[in-house]
């Protein structure tokens, strides 16, 4: 019964965070920039950490696919949701950002890509 009863929300925190993903892709997309400036920002964290570390002056990009995307479902969000016109206003969102949210958002565009591109592979 636990089984059944757990595999039953496993499926609706599925269904939730797949919601939660069309909402704010959609945002993205069709949203002004601010609104979709912070839509793109609860996505990217879904995915990377990216900064500076202040010791070395180096930039650091530390993979953390989460929640949903460690899923067997993932393959089929990811082709879903970031689509070319879903990357290619990312990156127009970039390019009116500051250095340090560019350089978030091109870390998280190269992330992306390395997964789909690992997920294809398989």
Do not use: P, W
């Not at 570390?53 to 993979?63: E, G, L, M, P, V």
């Not at 689509?83 to 091109?106: D, W």
């Not at 992306?112 to 690992?118: C, D, Q, V, Y």
């Amino acid at each position: 019964m636990k089984s059944l009863i757990s595999g039953h929300i496993h499926l609706n925190n599925i269904n939730l965070a797949e919601i939660k993903l069309q909402i704010l892709t959609e945002m993205v997309i069709h949203e002004q920039l601010d609104v979709a400036y912070k839509a793109l920002r609860k996505i990217t964290f879904s995915f990377v950490t990216s900064g500076r570390d202040y010791d070395t002056n180096q930039n650091f990009t530390k993979k953390e696919l989460k929640g949903i995307f460690l899923s067997k479902e993932s393959t089929s969000l990811i082709k879903k949701f970031f689509t070319t016109n879903f990357i290619n206003k990312t990156l127009s969102i970039a390019k009116e950002c500051g250095e340090v949210q560019k350089n978030e958002i091109l870390t998280f565009l190269k992330v992306l890509k390395t997964t789909r591109t690992a997920e294809l592979q398989k």
